[in-house]
Structures are given as C-alpha cells and as structure tokens.
C-alpha cells in the first residue's frame, strides 16, 4: 500500500465516522435545534473529508479543482441551510429542549 493509499484510506474513513456521527445525532437528539447542530458540523466535515480524499485519490488537475469547488459549495450550503432551518422554527415559536443536569438544574 502507498503512502497515498493509505492516505485516501485514513481520509475516507474519518468522512465514514463523522458522518456517522451525523447521523446518530440526527435520529438521538431530541428537537430541531439540536439536530440541525449534529447535521451541519458532522455532516459538513465528513463530506469534506470525502472530498479531500477523492482529491488526494486523483491527484492534481481538473477533477481536483471540481472537487475545490463542490467543498467550497458544501461549506456555504450546509450551515446556511442548517441556520435557515433553524431560524424559521424559532419565528414558527418552537423553543429548544432543556435537559435537566446530575445537579438538578437546567442547562
């Protein structure tokens, strides 16, 4: 296995976890707040990850500078798009869910 191999390799599997991650914190958390923050940090990271190791995969021409820009728009995208969700549950009056802490308060 190359060093680029196992580069890709290490890549693609932190894309896997964090979106996994996403994932699980999508279905677990309780309200729309707290998923669109698992959705737009988990997820935007693991499909960067994926993209940087398509693009170490490919090496240096154009599908690289496509990949470029397909990172550039998942960066915009993901965390407009989570704070847009967000925003229009507030003015919809949604509230987000307190969780009572080990001492008995809230946080």
């Known amino acids: ?12 599997a932190g894309s896997v976890f964090f979106s996994l991650v ?3 914190g999508f279905v677990r958390l309780p309200d729309v ?12 990271l693991g499909a960067l ?3 940087l190791a398509a693009g170490v ?14 990172a550039l728009f998942v960066l915009v995208t993901g965390p ?3 704070h ?3 925003r229009a549950a507030a003015r919809a009056g949604d509230t987000p869910t307190t969780v009572a802490d080990d001492a008995g308060g809230e946080r």
């Open 57 to 70: 995969a490919f090496g240096p021409g154009t599908e690289s500078v496509k990949l470029l820009m397909l």
């Open 84 to 86: 847009a969700i967000v």
């Open 49 to 51: 990850l994926g993209l």
């Open 33 to 44: 707040f707290a998923r669109a923050h698992a959705a737009s940090k988990s997820e935007t």
């Open 22 to 24: 996403a994932v699980v």
């Open 1 to 12: 296995m190359t060093p680029v191999d196992a580069a890709v390799v290490a890549l693609v």
């Open 80 to 82: 407009t798009a989570a």
